[in-house]
C-alpha cells in the first residue's frame, strides 16, 4: 500500500453523525503526525484536524467540539468521529501526514454530504 485510504464517507442528513477512517500506507513512521484534510467543490483543500504520534489533537474552529480524531498506532489507522453534521461540513474528505508534503500520498478520498 503507497497511498491512503479513506472510507466511511455518505450521505447524512444536518445534525447527524458519521465516522470516516483511514489506512495509513506501511511506508509512513508510525508515530508521524497525520491530518484529516477536506475540499468543498470550488475550494482548496483545508486542514480539519491533526494528531500528533503520541495521540495530542487539534482542530480547525469550524469543527471544534463536533469532531474527534483519534489514531491506533499499532494497525496504522486513524479516524475521524464526525458528530452535528451541518450542510457546510459537505466536502471529499481526505487523510494524509501533517503538516502535509508537497509530494503527499493522496488518496482518492471519501465524500461526505450533508442535507438540510
Known amino acids: 500500500q503507497v497511498q491512503f485510504v479513506e472510507s466511511g464517507g455518505g450521505l447524512v442528513q444536518s445534525g447527524g453523525s458519521l465516522t470516516l477512517s483511514c489506512a495509513v500506507p506501511?511506508?509512513?513512521?508510525?508515530?508521524?503526525?497525520l491530518g484529516w484534510y477536506r475540499q468543498a467543490s470550488g475550494k482548496q483543500r483545508d486542514l480539519v484536524a491533526s494528531?500528533?504520534?503520541?495521540?495530542?489533537?487539534n482542530y480547525a474552529d469550524s469543527v471544534k467540539g463536533r469532531f474527534t480524531i483519534s489514531r491506533d498506532n499499532a494497525k496504522n489507522t486513524v479516524s475521524l468521529q464526525m458528530s452535528s453534521l451541518k450542510p457546510e461540513d459537505t466536502a471529499v474528505y481526505y487523510c494524509?501526514?501533517?503538516?502535509?508534503?508537497?509530494?503527499?500520498?493522496w488518496g482518492q478520498g471519501t465524500q461526505v454530504t450533508v442535507s438540510s
Open positions: 494528531i500528533s504520534g503520541d495521540g495530542r489533537a
Open positions: 506501511g511506508i509512513i513512521f508510525r508515530m508521524h503526525p
Open positions: 494524509a501526514t501533517y503538516p502535509a508534503s508537497p509530494f503527499e500520498r
